[in-house]
């Protein structure tokens, strides 16, 4: 999905789709199942990249490596994004209601219909579930045994993206990401349910590019 974003975005953003282990070319390699490593890694894939202005993306379980990568590049490296787009996911400091990635596999199957973004014709095969449920369980694990930490806010502007029928986010919890920066805060509630991302993309996309626009132009 990322991919496409480069053609639909101005001239001036280049678009860097991160591959995490466990996905894509990175098949051969194990999930990660804690934040910590994931933000590890992907702070080794882009700091060649980080000596022009750039902003991070994260949707749902991205939304918190995103949010954790910045704290971490500024805490490495004193470098920190003109913009963190976080979507599908409230604010870092709110626990999950609830814990699935031990699930049965039925159950766990159930839970991911109700998300609405696995097509059905996988969830009703057996031998793809077999080779994608480690995986799910994986991301799953990584959210729900993520534990917040306290530190000073964020010195960039958070931009945030909620689907209006998304079940896993509500507006206070949309809102609290404000808590999270020094800067400005604003939340955009767009329609669809927890992969509204990809209904709404023209709108996300077109935000994107005028926020980015305006941050490298002032």
Same mark, same amino acid.
Request: charge should be negative.
């Given at each position: 999905m990322?991919?496409?974003?480069?053609?639909?975005?101005?001239?001036?953003?280049?678009?860097?789709?991160?591959?995490?282990?466990?996905?894509?070319?990175?098949?051969?390699?194990?999930?990660? /199942?804690?934040?910590?490593? $994931? =933000?590890?890694?992907?702070?080794?894939? =882009?700091?060649q990249?980080?000596?022009r202005?750039?902003?991070?993306?994260?949707?749902? $379980?991205?939304?918190?490596?995103?949010f954790?990568?910045?704290?971490?590049?500024?805490?490495?490296?004193?470098?920190?994004?003109?913009?963190?787009? =976080?979507?599908?996911?409230?604010?870092?400091?709110?626990?999950?209601?609830?814990? *699935?990635?031990?699930?049965?596999?039925?159950?766990? *199957?159930?839970?991911?219909r109700?998300?609405?973004?696995?097509?059905?014709?996988?969830?009703?095969?057996?031998?793809?579930?077999?080779?994608?449920?480690?995986? *799910?369980?994986?991301?799953f694990?990584?959210?729900? $045994?993520?534990?917040? /930490?306290?530190?000073?806010?964020?010195?960039?502007? *958070?931009?945030?993206?909620?689907?209006?029928?998304?079940?896993? /986010?509500?507006?206070?919890?949309l809102?609290?990401?404000? $808590?999270?920066?020094?800067?400005?805060?604003?939340? /955009?509630?767009?329609?669809?349910?927890?992969?509204?991302?990809?209904?709404?993309?023209?709108?996300?996309?077109?935000?994107?590019?005028?926020?980015?626009?305006?941050? =490298?132009?002032?």
């Amino acid at each position: 999905m990322f991919r496409r974003w480069q053609s639909r975005l101005p001239r001036i953003v280049q678009v860097q789709a991160l591959e995490l282990p466990g996905r894509g070319l990175r098949s051969d390699e194990l999930p990660l /199942t804690r934040i910590e490593p $994931m =933000v590890e890694d992907i702070a080794r894939t =882009v700091e060649q990249e980080l000596d022009r202005p750039f902003a991070l993306f994260g949707h749902s $379980m991205g939304a918190l490596i995103a949010f954790e990568l910045a704290h971490h590049l500024w805490r490495t490296q004193r470098r920190r994004p003109v913009c963190l787009f =976080v979507s599908g996911h409230p604010a870092p400091h709110i626990p999950p209601d609830r814990v *699935i990635h031990n699930l049965p596999a039925p159950e766990l *199957i159930v839970e991911l219909r109700k998300y609405n973004g696995t097509p059905p014709d996988v969830l009703d095969n057996p031998e793809l579930l077999d080779c994608l449920l480690p995986l *799910i369980r994986a991301d799953f694990e990584l959210t729900e $045994m993520y534990r917040y /930490t306290l530190r000073p806010p964020l010195e960039c502007d *958070i931009k945030v993206y909620g689907g209006t029928d998304d079940p896993d /986010t509500s507006m206070e919890g949309l809102n609290k990401w404000q $808590m999270e920066t020094s800067k400005s805060c604003s939340v /955009t509630v767009l329609p669809g349910d927890h992969f509204f991302v990809v209904r709404s993309q023209d709108s996300i996309l077109k935000d994107i590019g005028h926020v980015l626009a305006r941050a =490298v132009f002032h």
